[in-house]
C-alpha cells in the first residue's frame, strides 16, 4: 500500500494561476519530498522538508508540512505552462531502513 | 542528464523471458534504489542497495533479483516475465543510505512483455 497519498490526482489550471497539490501519509516520517515527473521521463527532485520544519520555500515553490495532520502541500505560484508534469510526494519511513515511499501523484496540466 | 545511466532505455520481450535492466549511479554515490512504475500501481519501491550490500526491500517479487557491483553500478533481473510486468523501471542513487539531499533518478527502462 502507498504511503503517501496526493489529492488532487490531477489538476487543470490556466497558465499564472498558482497550484496546490496535498500529499497525506500514514507514518511518521524524518523527511519528506517533492518531486516533478514529465511524461515518461525520470523523476526530478524538487524540494526536502525535514519533520521539524513547517515551510519551505524554493523559487515559485512554497512547501508545507503538518506533522500532526501528516500531510504536506506544494504550492506553485504563477505557473506556466512548463510545469505541467505529475508531482508526487516521497516519504521516508522511520523504520531504519531509509527507503522513500511514492505516493500516486498529481498530474498537474498548466493551460496556456 | 542527471548523472545516473540507464540501458536499454526501451526492452520488448515475450513472456516467460529473463532480462537484465542495468544502471550506473551518479559519481560518488554508493547508494542505489530500483523502483516500477506501471499505469495502475504508481511508483513501487522495489529494493535498495549501499556500497554494494542489499539494505532495503520493498515490494519485490521472487521472480525479480538485483545486485550492485564493487564498481558500484547495479543490475535488476527479471525472470518468467508476465504481461503484468510491462512497466517502466526507474534506477535512483544518493550519495549515502540516507537521503537528505533527495534521490537523482535516471530515465527509466520501459519494458513491455508481450
Known amino acids: 500500500s502507498q504511503q503517501g497519498e496526493e489529492d488532487p490526482q490531477a489538476l487543470s489550471i490556466q497558465e499564472g494561476e498558482n497550484a496546490t497539490m496535498n500529499c497525506s501519509y500514514k507514518t511518521s516520517i524524518n523527511n519528506l519530498q517533492w518531486y516533478r515527473q514529465n511524461s515518461g521521463r525520470g523523476l526530478v527532485h524538487l524540494i526536502l522538508i525535514r519533520s521539524n520544519e513547517r515551510e519551505k520555500h524554493s523559487g515559485r515553490l512554497r512547501v508545507t508540512l503538518d506533522t500532526s495532520k501528516k500531510s504536506s502541500s506544494l504550492l506553485i505560484t504563477a505557473s506556466r505552462a512548463a510545469d505541467t508534469a505529475s508531482y508526487f510526494c516521497a516519504t521516508d519511513v522511520t523504520s531504519g531502513t531509509y527507503k522513500y515511499i511514492f505516493g500516486t501523484g498529481t498530474r498537474l496540466k498548466v493551460l496556456a | 542528464d542527471s548523472g545516473v545511466t540507464q540501458t536499454p532505455k526501451h526492452l520488448i520481450t515475450a513472456t516467460g523471458q529473463r532480462v537484465t535492466l542495468r544502471c550506473s549511479p551518479r559519481s560518488g554515490d554508493l547508494s542505489v534504489y530500483w523502483y516500477q512504475q506501471s499505469l495502475d500501481q504508481g511508483l513501487q519501491f522495489l529494493i535498495q542497495y549501499y556500497n554494494g550490500e542489499e539494505r532495503a526491500k520493498g515490494n519485490i517479487l521472487e521472480r525479480f533479483s538485483a545486485q550492485q557491483f564493487p564498481d558500484l553500478h547495479s543490475e535488476l533481473n527479471l525472470s518468467s516475465l508476465e504481461l503484468g510486468d510491462s512497466a517502466l523501471y526507474f534506477c535512483?542513487?544518493?550519495?549515502?543510505?540516507?537521503?537528505?539531499?533527495?534521490?537523482?533518478f535516471g530515465s527509466g527502462t520501459r519494458l513491455t512483455v508481450v
Open positions: 535512483a542513487s544518493s550519495a549515502t543510505s540516507r537521503t537528505p539531499g533527495g534521490y537523482t
